[in-house]
């Protein structure tokens, strides 16, 4: 068992500190032979080699000093589960530490080609495929090693736990329900005309009791009263049912629409639970939907920065706003998958601004990105803003109006 956790530890290190290192070295050395092939082909030509190598050293002594300066202490200090890094759990420092060191010098040096092409009037090298198959890959390994590392990688998962114990980015299908016991009805007056049931005697007590008031009899004709929990026949504001019928006492909810970790002994299990031959193609685990999750949660700002490697968006200033706004977008990656925050971040750093970046590349550029991202950042911003702020307006908070 010990020899297990050694190795997964051993692994996940290796391949965070590969994720670190190798989008850099890869891209400064592109950036490098760019500016060796500028200084060989100037007049008078240049050192080209000695710019080649000078570029290589400087990468190389910047993972060199940041590794041992920056990268080894915070491992340090998050295994020994300092309070000022881990305590709240509401953040990884790891993440945050790796969008820092990597990514935001990656990105600066696509620009920085861009531009040395752009001034020298060569077309080189655009990049194509390296900030996709290379910067943003490692940025969703680097995600999913974080997310995944805390949990056993042999054996089944437990169903129960497999929210609390895998933060997600998407919907879940396992939500806490707080219990609530339904009351009797109030009297033995009939609420609907015909002839009255009798009810069955109670038994008598053992020991003398203290007589207790008799509550009021209910009134016909008129709505029973809410239970204690709050629970009704009434529907609340926005569209909440509490009960329906034929499972009393238990309040009606939306499968999926609590992003919330579930750690209490109160759950609603999903109903999609299959038994026969074919129940292996409902085969879910939560360690398996990691991978998922964090290749669709990143899958807006990898069409983003796809659309910066055509050459015609490449050699222009519209590099600058994709690859800008692509970086605050990888700052999500800070904040816990199940944290509030991620949604209003979500739209923020990554829908309001893609948003406006879209609409200016279809009108300068044409169709070089789908309007499929363009009408998912438009609904994405129209629905924050609903849900979240004019649903709270008079004209919109009514219990009149259900939908």
């Not at 940041?66 to 080894?72: P, Q």
């Not at 890959?137 to 114990?165: K, M, P, W, Y």
């Not at 020991?207 to 809410?226: D, I, L, M, S, Y």
């Not at 979500?346 to 300068?364: E, H, K, M, S, T």
Request: hydrophobic letters at 50%.
């Amino acid at each position: 068992m010990g020899s297990g956790r050694t190795l997964k530890f051993a692994l996940c290190e290796v391949l965070q500190f590969a994720g670190l290192c190798v989008p850099l070295f890869i891209v400064m050395q592109r950036f490098a032979i760019i500016v060796a092939n500028i200084k060989t082909s100037a007049r008078p030509p240049g050192d080209g080699n000695t710019a080649y190598w000078l570029i290589v050293a400087t990468s190389i002594a910047y993972v060199t000093s940041t590794a041992l300066l920056v990268w080894v202490p915070m491992k340090y200090m998050v295994f020994m589960k300092k309070k000022f890094l881990i305590g709240r759990k509401k953040w990884r420092p790891v993440a945050l530490v790796y969008v820092i060191l990597s990514t935001l010098p990656c990105f600066a040096f696509l620009i920085a080609s861009s531009e040395v092409q752009i001034n020298n009037n060569i077309k080189q090298d655009t990049f194509t495929e390296l900030p996709v198959s290379l910067v943003l890959f490692s940025l969703i390994c680097i995600d999913i090693v974080e997310r995944i590392r805390h949990c056993r990688l042999t054996g089944q998962a437990n169903e129960l736990e497999r929210d609390a114990d895998i933060p997600s980015t998407v919907l879940t299908h396992v939500e806490q329900v707080t219990p609530i016991t339904p009351i009797p009805p109030a009297g033995p007056a009939p609420a609907v005309p015909g002839p009255a049931v009798p009810a069955p005697a109670a038994p008598a007590p053992a020991g003398p009791a203290p007589a207790a008031a008799a509550p009021a009899p209910a009134v016909a004709g008129q709505p029973n009263v809410r239970d204690q929990n709050g629970a009704g026949a009434r529907p609340e504001i926005n569209g909440t049912v509490p009960g329906i019928p034929g499972n009393p006492g238990r309040p009606f909810s939306i499968s999926g629409l609590s992003s919330r970790s579930a750690s209490t002994t109160a759950y609603r299990i999903s109903p999609y639970a299959y038994t026969g031959p074919l129940r292996f193609l409902c085969a879910s685990d939560a360690r398996a939907d990691v991978f998922v999750d964090s290749f669709m949660f990143w899958m807006d700002t990898v069409e983003m920065v796809r659309v910066a490697g055509h050459p015609s968006v490449y050699y222009s200033g519209w590099v600058f706003p994709i690859y800008i706004f692509s970086y605050l977008s990888c700052l999500r990656l800070m904040v816990m998958p199940h944290s509030p925050l991620l949604s209003s971040l979500g739209v923020v750093l990554q829908d309001l601004p893609f948003l406006f970046v879209r609409i200016g590349l279809i009108a300068f550029f044409g169709f070089v990105t789908p309007l499929l991202y363009l009408m998912k950042n438009l609904l994405v911003c129209l629905a924050f803003v609903y849900f979240n702020f004019m649903t709270k307006l008079r004209v919109f908070n009514t219990e009149r109006m259900f939908f």
